[in-house]
Nanobody, 126 residues
């Protein structure tokens, strides 16, 4: 079993920054790909970013490239999503997830992730 608890969401004005954290416990954190997804009201869950167990260059969607970045600290069993230059259209519930597939395009699919955090609300005002 793997448990994921995320935090760091909140209300931010456009142009601001937030960093989401996802703390894992249970199984070995380093064995999992860590992904970030978001879901806005009335829309499907959308891939945001992901990083493989070994780190390296993370993946990200076109809508957040240059603004969001995934990272991880395996020693702390924690994954992060740094969000800069926030826009109102970034408003959504953000979820961290853990999976075993680390290659494109599987890494961008929510069905490839077996464990999910509870979600944290990010609201960006104009």
């Amino acid at each position: 079993q793997l448990q994921l608890v995320e935090s760091g969401g909140g209300l931010m004005q456009a142009g601001g920054s937030l960093r989401l954290s996802c703390v894992a416990s249970g199984r070995t954190f380093s064995n999992y790909v860590m992904g970030w997804f978001r879901q806005a009201p009335g829309k499907e869950r959308e891939f945001v970013a992901a990083i493989r167990w070994s780190g390296g260059v993370p993946y990200s969607s076109d809508s957040v490239k240059g603004r969001f970045s995934a990272s991880r600290d395996n020693a702390k069993n924690t994954a992060y999503l740094q969000m800069n230059s926030l826009k109102p259209e970034d408003t959504a519930v953000y979820y961290c997830a853990a999976g075993s597939s680390g290659y494109w395009p599987q890494i961008s699919r929510s069905t490839e992730y077996a464990y999910w955090g509870q979600g944290t609300q990010v609201t960006v005002s104009s």
